[in-house]
Protein backbone atom coordinates (compact mmCIF):
# COMPACT_ATOMS: atom_id res chain seq x y z
CA UNK A 1 0.00 0.00 0.00
CA UNK A 2 2.58 2.40 0.49
CA UNK A 3 4.60 1.65 -2.82
CA UNK A 4 1.38 2.06 -4.36
CA UNK A 5 1.39 -1.95 -5.47
CA UNK A 6 -2.25 -2.48 -3.58
CA UNK A 7 -4.85 0.12 -2.71
CA UNK A 8 -6.46 -0.15 0.56
CA UNK A 9 -9.80 -0.70 1.24
CA UNK A 10 -9.95 2.75 3.43
CA UNK A 11 -8.28 5.68 3.99
CA UNK A 12 -4.27 6.31 2.67
CA UNK A 13 -0.62 5.42 2.80
CA UNK A 14 1.65 8.33 2.24
CA UNK A 15 5.41 9.18 2.14
CA UNK A 16 6.26 12.31 3.80
CA UNK A 17 3.03 13.24 3.02
CA UNK A 18 2.45 12.24 -0.74
CA UNK A 19 1.17 9.11 -2.58
CA UNK A 20 4.48 7.22 -3.72
CA UNK A 21 3.56 7.58 -7.53
CA UNK A 22 4.00 11.21 -7.14
CA UNK A 23 7.81 11.70 -5.97
CA UNK A 24 9.32 11.55 -9.32
CA UNK A 25 12.55 9.17 -9.11
CA UNK A 26 11.07 6.47 -6.79
CA UNK A 27 14.34 5.62 -5.44
CA UNK A 28 15.70 8.88 -4.27
CA UNK A 29 12.20 8.60 -1.87
CA UNK A 30 11.85 5.31 -0.90
CA UNK A 31 13.86 1.85 -1.10
CA UNK A 32 12.28 -1.48 -0.40
CA UNK A 33 12.99 -5.11 -0.26
CA UNK A 34 9.97 -6.74 -0.80
CA UNK A 35 10.92 -9.93 -2.47
CA UNK A 36 14.41 -11.19 -3.11
CA UNK A 37 13.64 -13.37 -5.54
CA UNK A 38 11.77 -11.01 -7.77
CA UNK A 39 15.08 -9.89 -9.96
CA UNK A 40 15.52 -10.82 -13.95
CA UNK A 41 17.83 -14.30 -13.02
CA UNK A 42 19.78 -13.69 -16.62
CA UNK A 43 21.20 -10.15 -15.35
CA UNK A 44 24.19 -9.66 -12.78
CA UNK A 45 23.77 -8.05 -9.95
CA UNK A 46 25.94 -4.75 -11.42
CA UNK A 47 23.61 -4.89 -14.83
CA UNK A 48 20.34 -5.12 -12.10
CA UNK A 49 21.93 -2.23 -10.35
CA UNK A 50 22.70 -0.18 -13.35
CA UNK A 51 19.40 -0.40 -15.20
CA UNK A 52 17.23 1.26 -11.92
CA UNK A 53 19.87 3.68 -11.29
CA UNK A 54 20.21 5.14 -14.99
CA UNK A 55 16.17 4.79 -14.77
CA UNK A 56 15.85 7.29 -11.66
CA UNK A 57 18.82 9.52 -12.59
CA UNK A 58 21.09 7.96 -9.75
CA UNK A 59 25.18 8.43 -10.49
CA UNK A 60 26.70 5.03 -11.44
CA UNK A 61 29.19 5.54 -8.88
CA UNK A 62 26.47 4.76 -6.76
CA UNK A 63 26.01 1.39 -7.78
CA UNK A 64 29.54 -0.34 -7.15
CA UNK A 65 29.07 1.98 -3.50
CA UNK A 66 26.09 -0.25 -2.32
CA UNK A 67 27.68 -3.71 -4.02
CA UNK A 68 30.79 -3.06 -1.74
CA UNK A 69 28.83 -2.29 1.44
CA UNK A 70 26.22 -5.24 0.75
CA UNK A 71 29.32 -7.53 0.14
CA UNK A 72 28.80 -8.44 -3.33
CA UNK A 73 31.17 -6.62 -5.16
CA UNK A 74 34.06 -8.12 -7.41
CA UNK A 75 33.43 -11.22 -8.83
CA UNK A 76 30.02 -11.60 -7.17
CA UNK A 77 29.04 -8.61 -8.68
CA UNK A 78 29.24 -10.06 -12.43
CA UNK A 79 27.43 -13.13 -11.83
CA UNK A 80 24.19 -13.93 -13.11
CA UNK A 81 21.56 -13.76 -10.15
CA UNK A 82 20.04 -17.14 -11.34
CA UNK A 83 23.05 -18.42 -9.33
CA UNK A 84 22.88 -16.66 -5.68
CA UNK A 85 21.80 -18.12 -3.23
CA UNK A 86 18.65 -16.95 -1.17
CA UNK A 87 21.55 -14.76 1.14
CA UNK A 88 22.89 -13.36 -1.64
CA UNK A 89 19.62 -12.54 -3.29
CA UNK A 90 18.45 -10.65 0.65
CA UNK A 91 22.00 -8.93 0.03
CA UNK A 92 21.09 -7.57 -3.36
CA UNK A 93 17.59 -6.71 -2.25
CA UNK A 94 19.15 -4.37 0.42
CA UNK A 95 21.65 -3.04 -2.04
CA UNK A 96 18.79 -1.97 -4.47
CA UNK A 97 17.04 -0.38 -1.06
CA UNK A 98 20.19 1.66 -0.56
CA UNK A 99 20.21 3.09 -4.05
CA UNK A 100 18.88 6.02 -3.94
CA UNK A 101 20.02 6.48 -1.00
CA UNK A 102 16.14 7.82 0.28
CA UNK A 103 15.05 8.83 3.77
CA UNK A 104 12.59 5.87 4.02
CA UNK A 105 13.43 2.24 3.74
CA UNK A 106 10.67 -0.48 4.11
CA UNK A 107 12.45 -4.54 4.66
CA UNK A 108 9.83 -7.23 4.03
CA UNK A 109 10.99 -10.40 6.20
CA UNK A 110 14.95 -9.20 5.07
CA UNK A 111 16.70 -11.79 7.40
CA UNK A 112 15.16 -14.80 5.65
CA UNK A 113 18.41 -17.06 3.79
CA UNK A 114 21.14 -15.02 5.86
CA UNK A 115 23.80 -16.79 8.00
CA UNK A 116 24.61 -15.62 11.48
CA UNK A 117 27.43 -13.21 10.15
CA UNK A 118 24.67 -11.74 7.33
CA UNK A 119 22.38 -11.47 10.80
CA UNK A 120 24.75 -9.40 12.57
CA UNK A 121 25.37 -7.52 9.57
CA UNK A 122 22.09 -6.23 8.97
CA UNK A 123 21.11 -5.78 12.73
CA UNK A 124 24.55 -3.17 12.62
CA UNK A 125 23.29 -1.56 9.19
CA UNK A 126 19.43 -1.27 10.45
CA UNK A 127 20.70 0.39 13.60
CA UNK A 128 23.22 3.04 11.64
CA UNK A 129 20.30 3.60 9.07
CA UNK A 130 18.21 4.93 11.65
CA UNK A 131 21.11 6.66 13.70
CA UNK A 132 21.35 8.89 10.07
CA UNK A 133 17.83 9.99 10.95
CA UNK A 134 16.17 7.95 8.55
CA UNK A 135 12.93 5.43 8.67
CA UNK A 136 13.48 2.11 8.45
CA UNK A 137 10.82 0.10 8.61
CA UNK A 138 11.17 -3.90 8.93
CA UNK A 139 8.08 -6.61 8.97
CA UNK A 140 9.25 -9.90 10.62
CA UNK A 141 7.62 -12.58 11.74
CA UNK A 142 10.79 -13.25 14.26
CA UNK A 143 10.66 -11.76 17.23
CA UNK A 144 13.99 -12.75 18.63
CA UNK A 145 15.23 -10.28 15.87
CA UNK A 146 13.40 -7.79 16.43
CA UNK A 147 13.50 -7.63 19.67
CA UNK A 148 17.42 -7.60 19.09
CA UNK A 149 17.15 -4.47 15.85
CA UNK A 150 13.43 -2.59 16.42
CA UNK A 151 12.95 0.83 18.91
CA UNK A 152 8.79 0.86 18.13
CA UNK A 153 6.37 -2.02 17.30
CA UNK A 154 3.59 -2.30 15.47
CA UNK A 155 1.96 -5.38 15.53
CA UNK A 156 -1.25 -6.53 13.37
CA UNK A 157 -3.81 -8.70 13.87
CA UNK A 158 -6.39 -9.93 11.42
CA UNK A 159 -6.25 -6.50 10.12
CA UNK A 160 -6.81 -4.43 13.42
CA UNK A 161 -4.33 -2.99 15.17
CA UNK A 162 -3.21 -4.59 17.99
CA UNK A 163 -0.29 -2.80 19.58
CA UNK A 164 1.36 0.43 18.78
CA UNK A 165 3.98 0.96 21.06
CA UNK A 166 7.71 1.43 22.51
CA UNK A 167 9.28 -2.77 22.28
CA UNK A 168 10.01 -2.32 25.85
CA UNK A 169 6.86 -1.15 26.35
CA UNK A 170 5.00 -4.07 24.30
CA UNK A 171 7.19 -6.82 26.08
CA UNK A 172 6.24 -5.02 29.77
CA UNK A 173 2.62 -6.16 28.80
CA UNK A 174 3.44 -9.62 29.17
CA UNK A 175 3.87 -12.00 32.04
CA UNK A 176 5.46 -10.59 35.23
CA UNK A 177 9.03 -10.91 35.94
CA UNK A 178 9.93 -14.07 37.18
CA UNK A 179 12.76 -13.82 39.88
CA UNK A 180 14.99 -17.26 39.92
CA UNK A 181 16.40 -17.95 43.39
CA UNK A 182 18.89 -20.36 44.43
CA UNK A 183 19.57 -21.37 47.70
CA UNK A 184 20.21 -24.95 49.56
CA UNK A 185 17.08 -23.93 52.21
CA UNK A 186 14.98 -23.95 49.04
CA UNK A 187 11.77 -25.19 51.48
CA UNK A 188 12.17 -22.49 54.31
CA UNK A 189 12.42 -19.50 52.41
CA UNK A 190 9.53 -20.40 50.23
CA UNK A 191 6.84 -20.62 53.15
CA UNK A 192 8.91 -17.04 54.41
CA UNK A 193 8.29 -15.38 50.69
CA UNK A 194 4.87 -17.50 50.42
CA UNK A 195 3.76 -15.52 53.94
CA UNK A 196 4.35 -11.91 52.51
CA UNK A 197 2.30 -12.74 49.02
CA UNK A 198 4.96 -13.88 46.90
CA UNK A 199 3.81 -16.96 44.42
CA UNK A 200 6.15 -19.34 44.84
CA UNK A 201 6.93 -22.07 42.26
CA UNK A 202 9.93 -25.40 42.33
CA UNK A 203 12.32 -25.80 39.81
CA UNK A 204 14.37 -27.97 40.98
CA UNK A 205 15.16 -28.51 45.00
CA UNK A 206 17.19 -25.43 45.38
CA UNK A 207 15.72 -23.03 42.39
CA UNK A 208 12.52 -22.00 43.16
CA UNK A 209 10.92 -18.99 40.55
CA UNK A 210 9.20 -16.18 42.79
CA UNK A 211 6.72 -13.59 40.99
CA UNK A 212 4.80 -11.17 42.86
CA UNK A 213 7.82 -9.89 44.55
CA UNK A 214 11.07 -8.17 43.18
CA UNK A 215 15.08 -9.86 43.98
CA UNK A 216 15.61 -6.54 46.22
CA UNK A 217 13.13 -7.74 48.50
CA UNK A 218 14.05 -11.15 48.23
CA UNK A 219 17.16 -10.30 49.18
CA UNK A 220 16.27 -8.46 52.10
CA UNK A 221 13.67 -11.35 53.59
CA UNK A 222 16.66 -13.46 52.73
CA UNK A 223 19.02 -11.45 54.64
CA UNK A 224 16.68 -10.98 57.67
CA UNK A 225 16.03 -14.99 57.92
CA UNK A 226 19.74 -16.08 57.57
CA UNK A 227 18.99 -18.09 54.34
CA UNK A 228 21.92 -18.08 52.13
CA UNK A 229 21.19 -17.16 48.09
CA UNK A 230 23.42 -18.64 45.47
CA UNK A 231 21.86 -17.01 42.87
CA UNK A 232 19.47 -14.27 42.48
CA UNK A 233 18.29 -13.90 39.05
CA UNK A 234 15.45 -11.67 37.66
CA UNK A 235 13.79 -12.71 33.82
CA UNK A 236 11.64 -10.74 31.85
CA UNK A 237 9.26 -11.46 29.43
CA UNK A 238 10.97 -11.99 26.05
CA UNK A 239 9.59 -10.35 22.99
CA UNK A 240 8.15 -13.09 21.87
CA UNK A 241 6.44 -14.71 25.11
CA UNK A 242 4.32 -11.10 25.23
CA UNK A 243 3.70 -11.32 21.35
CA UNK A 244 2.65 -14.79 21.57
CA UNK A 245 0.39 -14.11 24.81
CA UNK A 246 -1.33 -10.88 23.42
CA UNK A 247 -1.93 -12.31 19.83
CA UNK A 248 -3.33 -15.32 20.71
CA UNK A 249 -7.02 -14.16 20.03
CA UNK A 250 -5.82 -13.53 16.15
CA UNK A 251 -4.05 -16.11 15.30
CA UNK A 252 -5.40 -17.09 11.52
CA UNK A 253 -3.88 -20.56 12.04
CA UNK A 254 -3.21 -22.73 14.91
CA UNK A 255 -1.01 -26.04 15.30
CA UNK A 256 -3.36 -29.31 16.28
CA UNK A 257 -2.04 -31.31 19.35
CA UNK A 258 -0.19 -34.13 17.49
CA UNK A 259 0.25 -36.51 19.70
Known amino acids: ML ?3 VRPSGGSATISGHAFR ?4 GLRHVGALLDAGDVHGGRSARAHLRTLARSNRIPAGRVEKVLAE ?8 RRQVSGYSLGMKQRLGIATALLGDPPVLLFDEPLNGLDPEGVLWVR ?3 RRLAAEGRTVFVSSHLMSEMENTADELIVIGRGELIAAESLADFAARGTAPTVT ?4 DAGALTAVLA ?3 AVVAPDGEETPKVTGMGADLIGELAHQHGFLLGELTTEHASLEAAFMELT ?7 AGDSR
Not at 22 to 25: G, K, L, M, S
Not at 70 to 77: E, I
Not at 248 to 254: E, G, I, M, N, T
Open 3 to 5: LGL
Open 70 to 77: VGLDGAAA
Open 181 to 184: VRTP
Open 248 to 254: ADSADYL
Open 22 to 25: RHAR
Open 124 to 126: GLF
Open 195 to 197: SQG
